[in-house]
């Protein structure tokens, strides 16, 4: 049911016509054809009537219309039946085949072609290079072929001479992979003499070589550029002839070149059509009793193409060798003989040839290294485009086979569609108004039943010993077929005086009545080549030549099996080919030829019904209308369409499936369009299907992305179960890094209380990864040297510790200020005591003890010889004692009488330079600060500097007090209330340092170099 177009069209569908008759068929067929809708459907058979004029339906545009639509949304196209078996094979994985059938020049090949193409543009959308390539070659084998076996005939400028079935097989992508063609050549049989050319032999590359060949080959092939030079493709004197010529030998050569075949290949087929060419053109005549070759010059020309000896030629030509028992004998032929055989040789190699040429295109694109557990189910489009019913004034041999074959379809086409349709009603308990239509089978039957049938009386009379003749065949059937209701012959009708006597018979055909002749019968079913020409070819030293001929190769005394007959070959052909198509999904076109005269305007009425009646279409659109578009069984449609429903999806719990699959349909309220049977659903329209499918569509979708979603969530998990995985590995190894090295500073620092240096000799072990970012904190290291440092003390005497307080205080407020702070050595303190000589010493101590009684001081922090400025700015030598209390200042030339006192709660802070000098200012609250120079130390030169400063300044922070230590130069100072600077300079020949005034202060002038 067809849309998209108006009703001036007449019907897309006949199944539409309001009734069902011859003459509303006929008017919608004739209104159609006129408005230029060349194509109508019969539910999913297309009718196509030759348009016999360029359409513009068959471009890019068009084809993106009908890509991956239902049949019906589109207005008839054979682009839509193609579509419809494609779509049947991907979808549900089912081989499907096209059946093209109608009479010569009806448009078969023609439509063969469109679909061909419509296949090859849907498919293959990712370009892949294997896949292209395969196309290339099942369209380029086509234009071979074509060239090899169409000729213009009466009937079709580009007949068909021979029924071609091509499978185009598929991977599970839906993409072609390969084919294979078989071709039922008929034209062997037809060997008609010089009066009626044979029309095989003007194949359009017999024209194509002889006008267009390149000058040069055809010099090597004895050619000349004239076909009318060639008896065998002079038709009736008018000669088919094209300006095209010389490009389409050019496309046949590259298209060749292209499918694979070698160069050597190529010209042997020239060969062999030149070989063709001049056969035709030789003459026999008789001298007496010997019978002669009239154009001898040709001998060496068929013995060069050939590749034989001219002595074989000749012989082949004129001789027949017979054996009679164990003798050889060499009989000659009559010149008609030697015509009739040299006929037969040229049709046999032409034969051969085309063949040949099958297989080698197959060899190419069959499927290579296909594994159907790797790459899924192959599955096969068929398309067979083959001859159509013929009716001459004149019908033999060949017209009975083709004709013979149309019933075979017909009757495969009845089967299928009208009576399998009835049957299945029947079987499915559907109710159904049964249609009549016309069985052929008994017609099948006529021609080919075992024994009884017409192919097997031709068979016995072909074999019969003694004389064979035509007349003996057709007596033969007339006693056998007496009784036959679709056979007659003048003997058996004598009323019917257009059957001549001895010669003709009448079959009733279901698509008319035929007359046959039966004149070659008998010749043209036995396989009549001598054997003397198959030796000749096999002994051909030409390699490809050879392999055509293999039966050459037996000896003249073996006695062979009886060929088999061109009638049983034919016959079995055609019964596997039937096999093969009913094993398949079927579409059909059905071709109908609108006039003779091939002309775009008219439609002959009568011509065109004849055609529908024989077609049976009428019968068709009866079983349509009364039937159902889709059947399936209740599985399988449950299967396909379940989570349309809520009821079915996922899995129903209704009692059957059929009740399922009636509850889905009722929740989509299609339940007035389909009809249950016992194990299948009937759905009667498309459109119902198609919403189904539609439906479907967006489920799927649906689910498609239900499931997406549930794989992501699976792929997240199984993520994230590998990280965290991963982390406790990682978490584990840091974990285990990081006990080993705890062990190993265990093991390492185990005795480190009994070594000498407390473990300082011990090197710390290289920490792991994970914790070097932390090194600077690594809390062991800290505990170690805390440790080690809190050891070390322990062990110290009160006065030694009292010394290391010291230090570290000059170290914290020296150190980078000033150079050497005199840590290496022992800080004493008390220098005037343990320095001096005894007598100083000793007046000293005096004096410190008497000072001790007095102040009471604790201990004595430092003491030394100084130089000093007095208040005349003045240098004076002078001794400071320094204690906990109190700075004391004495006189050594009083026997160290002790001058003035500062206490040490006045004391400020102290000032040093950042030389080496030993200078040292102390500041005090009341702005009298003290400004001495450190001297007369033992060893000379030494710094006390440092150990005067940590003395003062781990006593000041024993009593938790500040002491301000300040490294500059130059020195501020308050003398007496006023300001000053003291700058060290060094000066050279000084034996000890001196303070002069100067303008803002003081110099301190050191000992310099
Ligand atoms: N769809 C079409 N559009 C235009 N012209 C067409 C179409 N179909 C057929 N023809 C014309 O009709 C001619 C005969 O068609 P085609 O060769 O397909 O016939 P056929 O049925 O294969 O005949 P045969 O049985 O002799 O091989 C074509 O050469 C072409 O000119
Ligand atoms: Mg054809």
């Given at each position: 049911m067809a849309e998209h177009e108006s009703l001036e069209f007449g019907k897309a569908d006949f199944v539409l016509l309001d009734d069902v008759s011859m003459d509303e068929f006929m008017e919608n067929l004739r209104i159609r054809f006129e408005k230029g809708r060349i194509y109508t459907y019969i539910g999913e058979v297309v009718v196509s009537v030759n348009p016999y004029r360029a359409m513009n339906i068959y471009g890019r545009d068009t084809i993106e219309q009908y890509k991956g639509r239902e049949l019906y949304e589109r207005p008839p196209h054979l682009f839509a039946i193609a579509d419809a078996a494609y779509k049947a094979m991907k979808r549900r994985n089912k081989d499907t085949c096209i059946v093209?059938?109608?009479?010569?020049?009806?448009?078969?090949?023609?439509?063969?072609?469109?679909?061909?193409?419509?296949?090859?543009?849907?498919?293959n959308p990712h370009q892949r290079a294997e896949v292209e390539r395969v196309k290339n070659m099942l369209l380029k084998s086509n234009c071979v072929l074509e060239a090899f076996g169409n000729a213009k005939t009466n009937r079709n400028d580009n007949s068909s001479r021979f029924g071609k079935y091509m499978d185009i097989n598929f991977d599970f992508k839906g993409d072609p992979i390969g084919g294979h063609i078989s071709n039922y050549l008929l034209e062997k049989c037809s060997l008609d003499c010089q009066s009626c050319p044979l029309t095989l032999l003007s194949s359009f590359l017999s024209f194509q070589l002889v006008k267009g060949g390149p000058e040069s080959l055809l010099r090597s092939l004895h050619i000349q550029k004239d076909p009318a030079a060639y008896n065998y493709i002079k038709v009736g004197g008018q000669l088919k002839s094209s300006i095209n010529d010389s490009s389409d030998f050019k496309a046949v050569a590259d298209a060749m070149k292209v499918i694979g075949f070698t160069g050597e290949e190529v010209h042997t087929v020239y060969k062999i059509l030149a070989t063709i060419l001049h056969l035709g053109n030789m003459k026999f005549d008789s001298d007496g009793d010997v019978t002669l070759i009239e154009n001898g010059n040709l001998v060496p020309v068929l013995a060069e193409l050939l590749a034989t000896k001219q002595e074989s030629v000749e012989k082949a030509l004129l001789y027949r060798t017979v054996a009679t028992g164990r003798d050889v004998i060499d009989k000659q032929h009559t010149p008609q003989e030697a015509s009739y055989g040299r006929d037969a040789l040229a049709k046999a190699i032409y034969d051969r040839l085309f063949c040949w040429i099958v297989g080698c295109i197959n060899d190419i694109i069959e499927v290579k290294n296909y594994d159907a557990r790797i790459h899924g189910k192959n599955t096969v489009i068929g398309v067979l485009d083959i001859y159509g019913f013929e009716i001459f004034q004149n019908n033999s041999f060949e017209q009975f086979c083709i004709n013979y074959c149309n019933e075979k379809l017909q009757q495969l086409f009845i089967q299928l569609v009208l009576k399998q349709e009835q049957e299945e009603y029947q079987r499915e308990g559907i109710p159904w108004k049964h249609i009549d239509y016309f069985n052929n089978q008994i017609i099948v039957d006529l021609v080919e039943q075992q024994h009884k049938g017409i192919f097997s009386i031709l068979d016995e009379a072909c074999m019969n010993v003694g004389k064979v003749t035509d007349e003996l065949f057709l007596q033969a059937l007339n006693s056998k077929l007496a009784k036959h209701a679709h056979y007659t012959s003048r003997k058996l009708s004598p009323t019917e005086k257009c059957l001549e006597f001895d010669r003709d018979f009448r079959i009733r055909h279901y698509a008319g009545d035929v007359t046959y002749s039966v004149v070659g019968f008998i010749d043209k079913n036995k396989d009549t080549l001598f054997q003397d020409f198959k030796r000749l070819l096999y002994n051909s030293s030409n390699p490809v030549l050879k392999a055509m001929w293999p039966e050459g190769k037996l000896s003249i005394t073996e006695v062979t099996k009886r060929p088999l007959t061109a009638g049983t070959l034919f016959k079995t052909s055609m019964i596997s080919l039937v096999e093969n198509l009913a094993s398949k999904e079927p579409y059909y076109v059905r071709c109908i030829k609108p006039n003779d005269v091939k002309s775009p305007l008219l439609f002959e009425q009568e011509r065109c019904r004849h055609q529908v009646e024989y077609l049976g279409l009428l019968e068709n659109v009866r079983v349509r209308r009364a039937g159902f578009a889709y059947r399936?069984?209740?599985?399988?449609?449950?299967?396909?369409?379940?989570?349309?429903?809520?009821?079915?999806?996922?899995?129903?719990?209704?009692?059957?499936?059929?009740?399922?699959?009636?509850?889905?349909?009722?929740?989509?309220?299609?339940?007035?369009?389909?009809?249950?049977?016992?194990?299948?659903?009937?759905?009667?329209?498309?459109?119902?299907?198609?919403?189904?499918?539609?439906?479907?569509?967006?489920m799927v979708k649906r689910i498609v992305l239900f499931l997406q979603k549930v794989w992501r969530g699976a792929l997240a998990r199984m993520r994230y179960r590998r990280m965290r995985a991963a982390l406790i590995i990682i978490r584990v190894y840091r974990r285990y890094k990081v006990k080993s090295y705890i062990r190993e500073v265990n093991r390492r620092f185990k005795n480190v209380r009994t070594m000498k240096d407390h473990g300082k000799h011990v090197k710390w072990p290289m920490p792991p990864k994970v914790l070097r970012r932390f090194e600077e904190f690594n809390v062991f290291l800290v505990f170690s040297l805390r440790w080690w440092a809190w050891t070390l003390i322990r062990s110290l005497s009160p006065e030694d510790v009292l010394q290391v307080r010291a230090k570290v205080a000059a170290l914290e407020s020296l150190k980078g200020h000033r150079a050497d702070l005199g840590l290496q050595r022992a800080w004493e303190g008390n220098y005037m005591v343990s320095e001096g000589n005894p007598?100083?010493?000793?007046?000293?101590?005096?004096?410190?003890?008497?000072l001790q009684r007095k102040d009471k001081f604790m201990r004595v922090l430092f003491s030394s010889n100084v130089r000093k400025i007095n208040r005349f700015h003045k240098c004076e030598d002078r001794a400071v004692l320094i204690t906990d209390r109190h700075l004391y200042k004495m006189d050594p030339l009083?026997?160290?009488?002790?001058?003035?006192?500062?206490?040490l709660y006045n004391v400020t802070g102290v000032s040093v330079s950042p030389g080496k000098d030993q200078l040292v200012v102390f500041h005090t609250k009341d702005s009298r600060d003290l400004i001495v120079c450190l001297q007369g130390m033992v060893p000379a030169g030494e710094s006390r500097v440092g150990e005067l400063v940590g003395a003062l300044l781990s006593h000041f922070k024993s009593e938790k007090r500040k002491l301000q230590v300040s490294v500059v130069s130059p020195i501020q100072c308050s003398m007496h209330g006023r300001k000053c600077t003291i700058v060290v300079e060094p000066k050279i020949n000084l034996s000890q340092p001196e303070f002069t005034k100067s303008r803002s202060g003081y110099i301190l002038a050191v000992p310099g170099n």
């Open positions: 093209i059938s109608g009479e010569s020049g009806a448009g078969k090949t023609e439509a063969s072609k469109y679909i061909m193409q419509y296949i090859a543009a849907i498919t399936q069984t209740y599985p399988r449609f449950l299967q396909r369409y379940k989570m349309i429903s809520q009821f079915t999806w996922p899995n129903h719990d209704l009692p059957s499936d059929r009740e399922a699959v009636k509850r889905l349909l009722q929740g989509c309220g299609f339940e007035h369009d389909v009809a249950y049977g016992k194990t299948k659903v009937f759905i009667r329209t498309p459109r119902t299907l198609f919403t189904l499918e539609e439906q479907r569509a967006e007598e100083t010493a000793s007046s000293f101590t005096l004096v410190s003890s008497d009083k026997q160290y009488r002790p001058m003035k006192s500062i206490p």
